[in-house]
């Protein structure tokens, strides 16, 4: 069975452009989300996701960035304008539901931004 | 305060020696605690989760949960230099709408 799958795997963008993450979860899993890892740093949620339902976004700069989830299953993180500081790794994870335990992570999507 | 709390390391074992790896949490209401490993460059990937006070053994791995202290902890024995990576703590924390919080990681090294 596949994974949690990601794309792109990197990505440089200048400053001011804009970016987006795609993330397919493993097939079953409802709950999906979407995690912002600095370097030395722990995964810091970004939103998640219950099926298409946004439940807690409350940490998504919503200035810049944007998600979707539209039939329940892959999702969009968006960034426009990107900034230096969004440079970092962008992490997908889903699971079979809320409480469930265990988060599978797809490999991740490096942004660099000059 | 941060929710989820880990010694960043590097922890330095030699090869065969028992590791130990701490957290702790803020939220006294947390439920479900977890450890992932993370190699250079790549994901996640959990190796161990507890929900009850004590100990909880799965191979040369060993989680410990103190609720009272709001402690978890994480044995590795016979240390091997595979397990070099980061550890990372999670809680799930209904204060944080049932969502898993992260600590920092402690990076463990394992010296042949």
Same mark, same amino acid.
């Given at each position: 069975?596949?994974?949690?799958?990601?794309?792109?795997?990197?990505?440089?963008?200048e400053k001011k452009q804009p970016v987006a993450f795609w993330c397919n979860p493993i097939s079953g899993h409802n709950?999906?989300?979407?995690?912002l890892q600095n370097l030395g740093q722990g995964p810091e949620l970004l939103i998640r996701y219950e099926n298409e339902?946004?439940?807690?976004?409350?940490?998504?700069?919503?200035? +810049?960035?944007?998600?979707? +989830?539209?039939?329940?299953?892959?999702?969009?993180?968006?960034?426009?304008?990107?900034?230096?500081?969004?440079?970092?790794?962008?992490?997908?994870?889903?699971?079979?539901?809320?409480?469930?335990?265990?988060?599978?992570?797809?490999?991740?999507? +490096?942004?660099?931004?000059? | 305060?941060?929710?989820?709390?880990?010694?960043?390391?590097?922890?330095?074992?030699?090869?065969?020696?028992?590791?130990?790896?701490?957290? %702790?949490?803020?939220?006294?209401?947390?439920?479900?605690?977890?450890?992932?490993?993370?190699?250079?460059?790549?994901?996640?990937e959990l190796i161990m989760s507890i929900y009850s006070n004590g100990d909880k053994e799965d191979g040369r791995f %060993?989680?410990?949960?103190?609720?009272?202290?709001?402690?978890?902890?994480?044995?590795?024995?016979?240390?091997?230099?595979?397990?070099?990576? %980061?550890?990372?703590?999670?809680?799930?924390?209904?204060?944080?709408?049932?969502?898993?919080?992260?600590?920092?990681?402690?990076?463990?090294?394992?010296?042949?």
């Amino acid at each position: 069975e596949a994974g949690v799958v990601q794309s792109p795997r990197y990505k440089i963008i200048e400053k001011k452009q804009p970016v987006a993450f795609w993330c397919n979860p493993i097939s079953g899993h409802n709950t999906l989300y979407w995690y912002l890892q600095n370097l030395g740093q722990g995964p810091e949620l970004l939103i998640r996701y219950e099926n298409e339902e946004a439940v807690d976004d409350s940490q998504l700069p919503k200035d +810049r960035f944007s998600a979707e +989830r539209l039939k329940g299953v892959d999702s969009t993180l968006k960034i426009q304008p990107a900034e230096l500081g969004d440079s970092a790794v962008y992490l997908c994870a889903s699971s079979l539901g809320e409480n469930t335990g265990e988060l599978f992570f797809g490999e991740g999507s +490096r942004l660099t931004v000059l | 305060q941060k929710e989820v709390e880990q010694n960043s390391g590097p922890l330095s074992v030699p090869e065969g020696a028992i590791a130990s790896l701490n957290c %702790t949490y803020s939220d006294r209401v947390s439920q479900s605690f977890f450890w992932y490993r993370q190699y250079s460059g790549k994901s996640p990937e959990l190796i161990m989760s507890i929900y009850s006070n004590g100990d909880k053994e799965d191979g040369r791995f %060993t989680a410990q949960l103190n609720k009272a202290s709001q402690y978890v902890s994480l044995l590795i024995r016979d240390s091997q230099p595979s397990d070099s990576a %980061t550890y990372l703590c999670a809680v799930n924390t209904p204060n944080y709408g049932q969502n898993f919080v992260f600590g920092p990681g402690t990076r463990l090294s394992v010296l042949p």
